[in-house]
């Protein structure tokens, strides 16, 4: 076996894409409407609809029709999208069935899956699958869920959740599914009847296999949206949607900033409306986000800021036509900068408005405004503005820019003159053949009393295909940029990036899938040339036809320390240059079975001394109702310094027991040695529709163990209802 060199990156500039004809399906107007209970087969509404079949494999047998026969069935009526689905399985016994709580994963278990572009763009849509449990799975992708090169402006967004309902059953010909998705939970365009784009995907876990309707490389996913089929012949009704979500809250807290016991009660609204089937219009007062799950904790052990990701769902929707920048690294827009401080402390949200959707064909647009109240020492009353526009262009790509304001009330550090701050920004994405994309933005900030280089900008371009994994980048930020609602990991640096990864698929393997072997390097520079560090990374996957993976590397890591922080308490790092290697082995069994292990270890030097971590992962179920997560980080330092000897430990147990899919009690419980605290969170959610119902939830941070009383105790009981107006 062997395999070519890599090729020169610019002659992949040359790259020809081939393009196959896409399949087609037509709506069937339905007589009646199927009663949504799993039972395709015998459910007359299905009777003389066409279905769609004829699914290939990405994996594990490439471009080969898929091992067992689906029929999908696409029917409508004048309030709902119908889709039902009959899963044809020879071992019906064999169907793996892993979980049931909504939005788990469907990598792990045999699965349904099917995107919907409803403006036909080809670049944007809505993801909805389940299992053989009946569990609801929906996303929103926003430009392919692509970020290129590291950088923003491509979304899959997994926290966006619909309201629609799905039922599955299994019989002796293996397993079935209905779906109904009302009209108001899509976004399509004008037209008494219209063409969507719409793809299919099924996951038969025994054999790791994946089959689409559309065929796809074996490097796309369902995202591809721009590769997917057509639905043909949809007769959707003029979007007409007013739905209003009031809730109430009681919440009783002991701890922490309260002196005693302190009990409040709290009511507000959200309001959302189609201003076109392809705009909506979202309101909010007095929003509370009680019912989200705790961050998971991380360990800070560097100098640099830590990237947690939004769960909130008022900023959720469209998200992704909001992203301008590098993901987790320089985002221009930060939705967790608006009522939540640095140090993570909540900040009342008195309420606000959005406006996301299309205008016209090709046009995006983005429009959000927010108030926050004022929290002495902590933060001003704000006022945040944001308004994006982008427009998609030909073969995936795009032009765009956004604005991003904070004026505050000038209580707090400043006089209200200079209590504020500005960001400017330019994005462009080109789509050269099917493979290639080039990736760019500029932006600029203005804050009072920050004069110098207040600007930045960034360019890379990436090569997708099903061989080869490539990608260049080069980032610069300046000084003094300093987009306030947005996010740095870190500031006044220059950034190169590469990798060459190449996608091998051995014959006569002995049970091996496929080997990954790659290089890449990552280097930040400070403007003087001060190499602030450097991550050479050369490794190979080893992916196996179960499951299993094994990936081992070796890292050449620079830290290139410039000013001395600490890295724990009592533990400082000085000044300097430091050169390391070190070993790096990932491990991890079939996560389908019911017990499954992760490792990962690092293994080498840092900081000029020695450092060894350990990240192993338990997972255990019993059927799809029952889950466990045991997590620990383990860190162990020697450095050459005062008290350099120390050890850094983070362990995290989930829990959660769904008694049907929308019944669920779930718990997170987090140890962190470092802060000498524990974080439990437990979560008991009855949802009636989307992620409306009934939420009880009870958070304690306890910091006993660092000789104090428990920080902080709260129970929260959260109730929501969605009132449709017009449907």
């Not at 890292?555 to 308490?569: H, K, L, M, Q, T």
């Not at 718990?667 to 000498?676: F, G, I, K, S, T």
Request: aromatic share 12%; charged share 20%.
């Amino acid at each position: 076996m062997y395999f070519r060199l890599v090729p020169p990156f610019f002659l992949l500039l040359l790259a020809n894409a081939s393009y196959a004809t896409t399949p087609k399906i037509v709506a069937q107007p339905l007589a009646s409407t199927p009663l949504i209970d799993g039972n395709v087969i015998g459910d007359d509404a299905w009777v003389g609809a066409t279905p769609a079949t004829g699914f290939r494999q990405v994996q594990p047998n490439d471009g080969q029709p898929a091992s067992q026969r689906t029929e999908v069935f696409v029917g409508y009526s004048d309030t709902a999208l119908y889709i039902g689905v009959v899963a044809h399985d020879d071992n019906p016994s064999g169907i793996i069935v892993t979980d049931s709580r909504r939005d788990s994963s469907l990598d792990d278990t045999d699965a349904f899956l099917f995107i919907i572009d409803g403006l036909l763009d080809r670049q944007n849509g809505f993801i909805f699958g389940t299992n053989a449990a009946s569990v609801e799975y929906d996303a929103q992708v926003t430009k392919e869920g692509s970020t290129a090169s590291g950088m923003g402006g491509g979304a899959f967004n997994l926290n966006w959740d619909g309201s629609w309902t799905v039922r599955s059953k299994i019989g002796d010909y293996g397993w079935s599914a209905e779906f109904e998705i009302p009209f108001s939970t899509l976004r399509y365009g004008a037209g008494e009847v219209q063409d969507w784009g719409i793809n299919f995907q099924r996951n038969i876990r025994r054999n790791n296999e994946i089959a689409y309707w559309a065929p796809l490389d074996r490097n796309r996913s369902l995202q591809r949206v721009s590769e997917a089929g057509t639905l043909a012949g949809i007769e959707p009704p003029g979007q007409r949607n007013l739905q209003v979500t009031p809730y109430a809250l009681s919440r009783t807290r002991r701890g922490g900033p309260v002196s005693g016991t302190e009990t409040n009660s709290e009511v507000g609204v959200d309001i959302k409306y189609s201003v076109t089937p392809s705009l909506t219009l979202d309101l909010t007062y007095n929003t509370d986000f009680a019912q989200v799950e705790e961050d998971e904790q991380q360990l800070n052990l560097d100098r640099f800021n830590l990237f947690f990701p939004e769960k909130r769902p008022f900023f959720l929707e469209n998200a992704g036509q909001f992203g301008v920048g590098n993901s987790s690294e320089v985002e221009l827009f930060f939705s967790r900068r608006i009522g939540i401080s640095n140090r993570g402390a909540v900040i009342p949200v008195e309420g606000g408005a959005r406006l996301s959707g299309k205008v016209g064909e090709r046009n995006n647009l983005g429009l959000l405004l927010m108030n926050t109240e004022a929290v002495d020492g902590i933060a001003p009353a704000n006022r945040f503005t944001v308004a994006r526009f982008s427009r998609e262009l030909a073969n995936r790509s795009s032009i765009g820019a956004i604005y991003v304001a904070r004026d505050g009330d000038g209580s707090f550090l400043t006089p209200e003159s200079e209590d504020y701050n500005r960001s400017y920004a330019v994005d462009a994405t080109w789509g050269i053949g099917d493979y290639l994309s080039i990736n760019a933005w500029a932006a600029k900030s203005d804050t009072p009393g920050l004069n110098g280089e207040d600007s930045a900008y960034s360019v890379g371009a990436d090569y997708e295909s099903p061989v080869w994994s490539n990608g260049v980048s080069f980032t610069k930020v300046g000084e003094d940029f300093n987009p306030e609602v947005g996010f740095l990991s870190r500031t006044n640096y220059r950034k190169a990036r590469f990798i060459l990864l190449r996608h091998i698929r051995p014959e006569n393997s002995w049970g091996l899938l496929e080997l990954r072997p790659h290089i890449s390097y990552t280097g930040h520079w400070k403007p003087d040339g001060f190499h602030e560090s450097g991550f050479l990374h050369i490794d190979n996957h080893f992916e196996f036809r179960s499951g299993t993976e094994l990936h081992t590397g070796v890292n050449f890591i620079r830290d290139g320390v410039v000013d001395a922080f600490e890295i724990v308490d009592g533990v400082t790092v000085q000044p300097g240059t430091y050169d390391h290697t070190e070993a790096q082995v990932v491990f991890f069994t079939n996560q389908s079975k019911p017990f499954s292990f992760e490792m990962r270890t690092y293994v080498g030097g840092k900081f000029g001394g020695d450092r060894v971590s350990l990240q192993p992962s338990v997972k255990y179920r019993i059927g799809e109702t029952f889950r466990s997560e045991l997590e620990l980080v383990y860190n162990e330092y020697d450095l050459p310094v005062q008290n350099g000897n120390f050890t850094a430990n983070l362990a995290r147990l989930r829990l959660s027991y769904s008694f049907t899919p929308n019944v669920q009690l779930q718990a997170l419980v987090q140890y962190n040695d470092n802060a000498e605290t524990v974080g439990t969170n437990v979560r008991f959610s009855w949802l009636r529709n989307a992620n409306s119902g009934l939420y009880v939830v009870y958070n304690e941070v306890d910091g006993r163990f660092a000789g104090a009383p428990p920080t902080g105790r709260e129970f929260i009981v959260k109730f929501s209802h969605i009132f449709d107006l017009l449907n």
